[in-house]
């Protein structure tokens, strides 16, 4: 007879991770004709990130060190944002402005390039790494082309595709508007997760030095309209089978922001109300209040939880929860993953962590978890261990936000 007893050790599904091609790895990738243009990019080309000329830079894109740092570290699969810069980029496109319509088809031949580099590092661990996708939003044809494109190429697991950066005021239609209708109907046909990653939709700040700090800090606020764009536009009126998830922008916003939404809502939809009269056609044709969408439709990639945070989770909904590694970022858990989940989970009972750390992440990108089973039950992280809170004096001295003091919890 098969034992029932459960694993002693987490299968753990990274939710957040960043991998790229190092800037020659893309040549192979695009078209002959792109060649020329490409090599004097690349020669001219100025690194402004500092991680990606660190000497660990190889993280983001050599297959078997990253599988032996990630496994040394109790990580068995992650979903994969973008993170090195791809051909014609001054930046990753993660945090970049559209192109321009002068500037688009380079643009575009680089993040094609970024993509089928990807679904070839994808491959190379078979069903451990989720892939997401990029798509731009000037050019509806190519990017429901490119969805179509990657779901047939990824096997699963398939991270789906990270939503097009669309900065206030840009040259392209705000979410709200009818231009993105072909792209949800392709990702609600296809079952196509879109991701919403910290750091998109960021408008122009310049290179003032009080500029860069407004941007680190209003980061996460740009990323966070997205919600109640798609949720008042009606796009989950039309799509409810549309999934989401909202990942490495903390989850401490997320009570009271979905409270204040629901607020508005009220008011939107209150008769006589001076909120209705002039604001409230696009509340009234929604059937549900914005939590209510959000509870349907969305998931949290939840990386490095913030002590303050981890609570919050069960309000949140423990199924609703991704935990996330965000490796290699200096602001992630490596090499403390196990340190992080003590901080973040020792009260939690183990079903729960279990559906924060694994199963959850496993179901929304298609991980085969039955699978993965057996190498997490070798390098995973012992369920006692979790289970063992973490006293702040032996916290590491690292810069991830899971071990900072300031952020102990708080009453509301």
Same mark, same amino acid.
């Given at each position: 007879?098969?034992?029932?007893?459960?694993?002693?050790?987490?299968?753990?599904?990274?939710?957040?991770?960043?991998?790229?091609?190092?800037?020659?790895?893309?040549?192979?990738?695009?078209?002959?004709?792109?060649?020329?243009?490409?090599?004097?990019?690349?020669?001219?080309?100025?690194?402004?990130?500092?991680?990606?000329? /660190?000497?660990?830079?190889?993280?983001?894109?050599?297959?078997?060190?990253?599988?032996?740092?990630?496994?040394?570290?109790?990580?068995?699969?992650?979903?994969?944002?973008?993170?090195?810069?791809?051909?014609?980029?001054?930046?990753?496109?993660?945090?970049?402005?559209?192109?321009?319509?002068?500037?688009?088809?380079?643009?575009?031949?680089?993040?094609?390039?970024?993509?089928?580099?990807?679904?070839?590092?994808?491959?190379?661990?078979?069903?451990?790494?989720?892939?997401?996708?990029?798509?731009?939003? @000037?050019?509806?044809?190519?990017?429901?082309?490119?969805?179509?494109?990657?779901?047939?190429?990824?096997?699963?697991?398939?991270?789906?595709?990270?939503?097009?950066?669309?900065?206030?005021?840009?040259?392209?239609?705000?979410?709200?508007?009818?231009?993105?209708?072909?792209?949800?109907?392709?990702?609600?046909?296809?079952?196509?997760?879109?991701?919403?990653?910290?750091?998109?939709?960021?408008?122009?700040?310049?290179?003032?030095?009080?500029?860069?700090?407004?941007?680190?800090?209003?980061?996460?606020?740009?990323?966070?309209?997205?919600?109640?764009?798609?949720?008042?536009?009606?796009? /989950?009126?039309?799509?409810?089978?549309?999934?989401?998830?909202?990942?490495?922008?903390?989850?401490?916003? /997320?009570?009271?922001?979905?409270?204040?939404?629901?607020?508005?809502?009220?008011?939107?939809?209150?008769?006589?109300?001076?909120?209705?009269?002039?604001?409230?056609?696009?509340?009234?044709?929604?059937?549900?209040?914005?939590?209510?969408?959000?509870?349907? @439709?969305?998931?949290?990639?939840?990386?490095?939880?913030?002590?303050?945070?981890?609570?919050?989770?069960?309000? /949140?909904?423990?199924?609703?929860?991704?935990?996330?590694?965000?490796?290699?970022?200096?602001?992630?858990?490596?090499?403390?993953?196990?340190?992080?989940?003590?901080?973040?989970?020792?009260?939690?009972?183990?079903?729960?962590?279990?559906?924060?750390?694994?199963?959850?992440?496993?179901?929304?990108?298609?991980?085969?978890?039955?699978?993965?089973?057996?190498?997490?039950?070798?390098?995973?992280?012992?369920?006692?261990?979790?289970?063992?809170?973490?006293?702040?004096?032996?916290?590491?001295?690292?810069?991830?936000?899971?071990?900072?003091?300031?952020?102990?919890?708080?009453?509301?």
């Amino acid at each position: 007879m098969a034992s029932t007893t459960a694993p002693e050790r987490y299968t753990i599904v990274s939710a957040d991770g960043h991998a790229g091609g190092d800037i020659q790895d893309y040549r192979s990738y695009l078209a002959s004709r792109w060649h020329d243009d490409f090599d004097a990019w690349a020669d001219a080309y100025v690194n402004p990130f500092a991680d990606l000329l /660190l000497p660990w830079a190889y993280r983001n894109w050599d297959n078997a060190r990253r599988l032996e740092e990630t496994e040394s570290n109790g990580i068995v699969a992650e979903v994969l944002f973008p993170n090195t810069v791809p051909p014609f980029f001054e930046e990753g496109n993660l945090v970049a402005l559209p192109p321009s319509p002068e500037d688009y088809e380079r643009r575009w031949a680089g993040v094609q390039a970024h993509n089928r580099w990807l679904a070839d590092f994808c491959a190379a661990a078979p069903g451990r790494r989720a892939g997401i996708v990029q798509v731009f939003a @000037n050019d509806m044809d190519d990017a429901v082309a490119e969805v179509r494109w990657a779901k047939e190429t990824f096997d699963a697991p398939f991270g789906g595709i990270l939503l097009p950066s669309i900065p206030p005021n840009s040259h392209l239609p705000p979410l709200w508007e009818d231009h993105y209708e072909p792209l949800w109907q392709v990702c609600a046909e296809l079952d196509v997760p879109v991701n919403i990653h910290g750091g998109s939709a960021l408008p122009d700040y310049g290179e003032h030095e009080a500029a860069r700090s407004m941007m680190l800090i209003e980061i996460p606020w740009f990323s966070h309209r997205s919600v109640w764009h798609l949720i008042f536009s009606g796009v /989950l009126e039309r799509h409810p089978t549309l999934r989401f998830a909202v990942t490495e922008q903390g989850v401490a916003w /997320l009570p009271r922001g979905l409270e204040t939404l629901d607020w508005f809502y009220g008011r939107m939809t209150l008769a006589d109300a001076a909120e209705a009269n002039f604001f409230g056609a696009a509340a009234a044709k929604m059937t549900m209040k914005p939590s209510e969408y959000f509870a349907r @439709n969305f998931w949290i990639g939840a990386s490095f939880l913030r002590p303050s945070e981890a609570p919050l989770c069960r309000d /949140l909904g423990i199924g609703h929860v991704m935990w996330g590694a965000d490796y290699p970022h200096t602001e992630g858990s490596y090499p403390y993953t196990t340190e992080a989940l003590r901080v973040a989970f020792a009260d939690y009972a183990e079903p729960d962590v279990r559906t924060m750390v694994e199963s959850t992440a496993a179901a929304f990108y298609g991980f085969d978890l039955d699978a993965l089973r057996p190498i997490g039950d070798r390098i995973g992280p012992l369920v006692s261990d979790v289970a063992r809170p973490l006293p702040q004096g032996e916290w590491p001295k690292t810069t991830c936000n899971a071990f900072d003091p300031t952020q102990m919890l708080r009453a509301w």
